[in-house]
């Protein structure tokens, strides 16, 4: 019986990935044809003063241009696998696989650029999800069980406040108000990187206000979602038979109310974490980080620089359709009910 | 005599922005080990909220609760509104237990059913884990559960809507309990269904010489399973009697309205059916006098329209047979005699 | 004219399921209605009952072509509407009308009265003579309601007297048929009456038909005239209602009344209840066979192979099964 339903599981999850596969190339696609149909020309923007047709001509070239979309895309899709090399002759050089590409504006290849990024990106998000998970819940927890009480109604103007600011503005308002005025953090040093493991205290300097100000609108949310999931699982009929069992009021929040009403915040926290992960556009452009948020707006914006805007693109819609699988089968664990008949 | 649970003058109120709910107004009764009390009303009679006021389900916060419920347990007599709310709640599936009207919403979806039947037992009993999903698989084995070794593990969804009552019967009776309240178990179940958890519940009480207690509006499940019968009506018992008393002797207009108002499989052939008219009364804006004054066909006949001035009191009219209404037992029991000719 | 106001002739709705959870994906077909032949003459009440499942309230939502019959022929006035799209049918529908079953749900809440009855007379492009105010509040008065309170919105009305709107609506056409199902069922004891009074009044006084779809036989037996019972999509047993409920002569029929309770003490002391074992088995998977086999206390091996048909065992009085109860 067991080996039955785990092959049942297996099916499910390796269509399931077959099925993110595809879609994860078909975005690929669709940013290699989106960017043909802009009316900008890389080959130019890269091009010096001193522009001639040929020179553009030979950019158009050396950026791998000149060949139709598909093919375009094609030797991208190599690329990952067998690294690439670019341009010819004595200027050629090799990004090794996974070669996403190589920018021409910053004379890099692509996956070292992601290499420093990702790493900013993802102490913002992880940093950011833990505050936002462990206020937001438990304020929306107290709210819930204080309900119509001040606690409640404290956290409803906290719920109002961080939900009616966008972080643009929490987070200029927390650099003007805060960090310049105590002078916490060195505002030049604000940006840099530090590895927390071996530097926590500067990773902390870092990170810290950039994740809180990420995370109050979400804790926001969080708490509104969380305090109405309670408040609607408390009014269940199973909550009324725990407590005729003769259960405490302790232990019906934490085994039976909790259990229940968490766990749809549970998938939705998933994809909010995934879709952090390919970057915090605004909250990284306000604090100087230089995460895949500020990698890919600049490739967009300024440079115009394709592979690093292929990169973006690809591993944060690939973050959000694995997160996606992950999350359904997370909610199968914890809802018998959408497990099987 | 005194019997083991015993409600007098039990009143349960909700303050709301209208006004006071009246929901349980001065509401006495009793029941014994080994006996079946049918509580019988209609939505808003306050027969649910009576019964959550002994079991101490409701919410305190707002919640205004007078009287008493006592338990004649043998190591001494608890009053269940007075006492401490820890006191109880460790009553709670050990001495008293609860059964609920929709047994789909009533199962926690996340549990196993073993999982939530083992719960409650380790509540009240020694064990591993392991002790209390063997107790839990005994229990489905004793509701008629089949293959019991393999459902204990099976989810909620899992059963069908007769087979998850069982499921609640067992859950309520893990412990033992002396006294089971069972609010509508059968009214969202088919009719055969009924019928075998019923008869099941008769089985169990014998069993474990237990004291049930029956909320329903079905005058046909009260004949089957009661022993006595409070008729509630407006948040008040109207009457309080045997069985066959409430059937065929009964001394209050509301029951006789409502015994010929009901429909029977038994009787055939078409003959209008004398309806009770009106509505039930808003238990915010109870009438004054005698709550179903409005509706009875024979207020009118009682000197100086008493039963719209004065409120009537439940009083002994015969022997262990309770009624509250102005008219006299001899004028009613006219009446129900030729219905019963009939 | 023909004397059935109404002719279902085999009539089976399937339904597409999709079953088992996000693993275990299974594609089914759920039998709801498989095979059923009802037919109510002019000015009749026909009753169907059945338990949870047996697929009645589908037959009346079919029959008044809500739902889109999968096999079968639906004769309505003496004109075939089976295959009749959802334009051709309008003009029909003002002529046989649904009550439904939650007086709650029934009425859209922000919709006065008045307007929720007024929509069947401008849905179908109708102007009664005298207006439509006036019309309403006859209609109003007729199901036992005041009138002037055609401008209060429905929360503003207990069930009982929600479920007397709907029948408002549901008159507003003077309809042939009335398909209703469960119009008393969630209403309480105390109103049921009056409610079942009203329709009883209303075909005597409008010569109204019904088809009346309900699990309460206590009910169903005092308002049919014939009642049809069901079980897993198909018709077990049909007669006339004195002599279905007085001498049963199918194993499921006689379990079904056994079952039903008496509100007469000593009479339920003395009776000898039929005890049905098991479950009902799921409609996506009805047994072989005579569908009741698996919970029959006659069972024999030629139930459990053979679809028992429809054989009419006394006049007036049909039954599917190969060993019927002898007639009391």
């Given amino acids: 019986m067991k080996i039955e339903k785990g092959e049942k599981m297996l099916k499910y999850i390796s269509k399931r990935l077959a099925y993110t596969l595809f879609l994860i190339l078909l975005v690929s696609i669709t940013v290699f044809f989106i960017f043909d149909l802009l009316p900008v020309d890389p080959a130019r923007l890269i091009c010096s003063k001193q522009c001639t047709p040929q020179i553009v001509e030979a950019n158009r070239h050396k950026l791998g241009l000149d060949v139709p979309v598909l093919e375009q895309w094609w030797r991208f899709i190599q690329g990952l696998f067998a690294g690439r090399t670019y341009g010819d002759g004595d200027i050629a050089f090799t990004c090794p696989a996974p070669a996403f590409g190589y920018s021409y504006p910053r004379h890099e290849c692509v996956t070292t650029m992601i290499g420093k990024a990702f790493p900013v990106t993802l102490s913002l998000a992880l940093g950011a999800f833990a505050l936002w998970i462990s206020v937001g819940v438990s304020l929306g927890i107290l709210a819930a069980r204080k309900k119509g009480k001040f606690a409640d109604r404290a956290s409803s103007v906290f719920v109002l406040v961080g939900t009616s600011l966008p972080t643009f503005i929490t987070g200029i308002l927390v650099v003007l108000f805060i960090v310049l005025q105590f002078n916490i953090v060195n505002p030049l040093e604000l940006g840099d990187w530090a590895n927390p493991f071996t530097d926590p205290f500067g990773w902390l300097k870092a990170f810290f206000f950039p994740c809180a100000t990420l995370a109050l609108s979400y804790a926001a949310t969080y708490t509104r979602f969380t305090r109405s999931n309670v408040i609607e699982t408390s009014s269940e009929d199973y909550i009324r038979t725990a407590r005729a069992k003769g259960l405490s009021e302790k232990v019906i929040l934490r085994k039976h109310t909790l259990r229940a009403a968490l766990a749809p915040i549970a998938t939705i926290a998933g994809l909010d974490f995934a879709g952090l992960l390919g970057g915090a556009i605004i909250t990284e452009g306000i604090f100087g980080l230089n995460g895949l948020g500020k990698m890919s707006i600049t490739a967009v914006l300024e440079t115009y620089d394709l592979p690093v805007i292929v990169a973006t693109t690809l591993i944060a819609s690939t973050f959000l359709v694995v997160m996606n699988l992950i999350v359904d089968i997370l909610y199968a664990f914890l809802d018998p009910r959408v497990r099987q008949s | 005599m005194t019997k083991f649970l015993e409600v007098n003058n039990l009143s349960v109120g909700f303050p709301t922005p209208d006004g006071l709910v009246k929901a349980a107004n001065n509401v006495s009764y009793s029941v014994d080990l080994g006996e079946t009390l049918a509580i019988v009303g209609e939505s808003g009679s306050g027969k649910s909220v009576s019964n959550l006021a002994v079991m101490g389900l409701h919410n305190p916060i707002n919640t205004q609760i007078s009287g008493s419920a006592v338990l004649n347990l043998p190591t001494g007599p608890v009053d269940v509104i007075t006492a401490d709310t820890e006191v109880v709640r460790r009553l709670r599936g050990k001495v008293m237990s609860m059964i609920f009207q929709d047994p789909m919403s009533a199962l926690h979806p996340y549990y196993s059913v073993g999982d939530q039947i083992a719960e409650a037992w380790s509540l009240y009993n020694e064990g591993s884990k392991k002790d209390g999903l063997k107790r839990a698989q005994q229990m489905l084995d004793l509701v008629g559960i089949p293959a019991a070794d393999k459902r204990v593990n099976e989810f909620p969804h899992q059963f069908s809507g007769g087979m998850r009552q069982r499921v609640m019967i067992a859950m309520a009776l893990v412990n033992n309990p002396s006294l089971l309240i069972a609010d509508e178990p059968t009214t969202a179940l088919d009719v055969t269904v009924q019928a075998q958890i019923l008869s099941l519940l008769k089985d169990l009480q014998k069993e474990f010489n237990m004291a049930i207690i029956l909320i329903t509006h079905d005058l046909g499940v009260v004949a089957q399973v009661a022993d006595r019968v409070s008729v509630m009506y407006g948040g008040q018992v109207v009457e309080s009697a045997t069985a066959d008393q409430t059937f065929y002797k009964s001394i209050q207009p509301y029951t006789i309205g409502l015994l010929d108002s009901i429909p029977r499989v038994d009787i055939t052939g078409s003959h209008r059916l004398r309806s009770i008219p009106g509505q039930p009364p808003s238990l915010i804006n109870l009438p004054a006098g005698c709550a179903f004054a409005p509706r009875c066909s024979f207020a009118s006949e009682v000197t100086d329209n008493k039963c719209r001035v004065v409120e009537p009191e439940l009083v002994e009219k015969r022997a262990d047979h309770f009624a509250r209404c102005h008219i006299s037992a001899e004028q009613l029991l006219d009446i129900s005699a030729s219905r019963a000719g009939k | ?328």
């Fill in chain 3, 1 to 328: 004219m023909s004397e059935n106001i109404l002719e279902v002739t085999n009539l089976t709705k399937y339904f597409n399921s999709a079953s088992g959870g996000i693993f275990n994906r299974k594609k089914g077909v759920v039998k709801a209605v498989d095979g059923v032949t009802i037919k109510v003459r002019r000015g009749e009440t026909v009753g169907l009952v059945g338990e949870s499942g047996c697929g009645k309230t589908t037959v009346g939502r079919t029959v008044i072509k809500l739902y889109e019959p999968t096999n079968g022929q639906i004769i309505f006035d003496d004109q075939d509407i089976t295959n009749l799209k959802r334009r051709e049918m309008k003009s029909i529908r003002s002529k046989m009308q649904m009550i439904f079953q939650d007086p709650f749900a029934s009425l859209n809440p922000r919709h006065t009265v008045g307007t929720i009855i007024e929509a069947s007379f401008t849905i179908h492009g109708v102007k009664p003579v005298g207006g439509t105010k006036k019309a309403v509040g006859e209609l109003l008065e007729r199901v036992g309601l005041n009138p002037e309170h055609l401008n209060r919105f429905p929360h503003e009305f207990s069930g009982g007297q929600r479920q007397r709107i709907g029948i408002a609506r549901a008159l507003a056409l003077t309809p042939k048929l009335i398909v209703a199902d469960e119009p008393v069922s969630a209403l309480d004891v105390s109103i049921q009456a009056q409610v079942i009074n009203l329709l009883d009044d209303l075909q005597k006084e409008l010569g109204l038909s019904y088809l009346f779809v309900a699990h309460d036989l206590s009910v169903v037996q005092h308002i049919s005239d014939r009642v049809l019972v069901m079980y897993l999509g198909k018709v077990m047993e049909e007669a006339k209602t004195s002599e279905l409920f007085l001498s049963p002569r199918h194993p499921y029929t006689k379990a079904l009344l056994s079952a039903v309770p008496i509100p007469d003490p000593q009479l339920e002391r003395k009776r000898e209840r039929i005890l049905l074992q098991g479950d009902l088995p799921s409609p996506m998977n009805p047994p072989p066979g005579c569908v009741f086999h698996t919970r029959c206390w006659k069972v024999q091996d030629k139930c459990r192979v053979e679809v028992p048909q429809i054989i009419q065992i006394a006049p007036n009085h049909s039954l599917a099964c190969h060993f019927p109860e002898p007639a009391k």
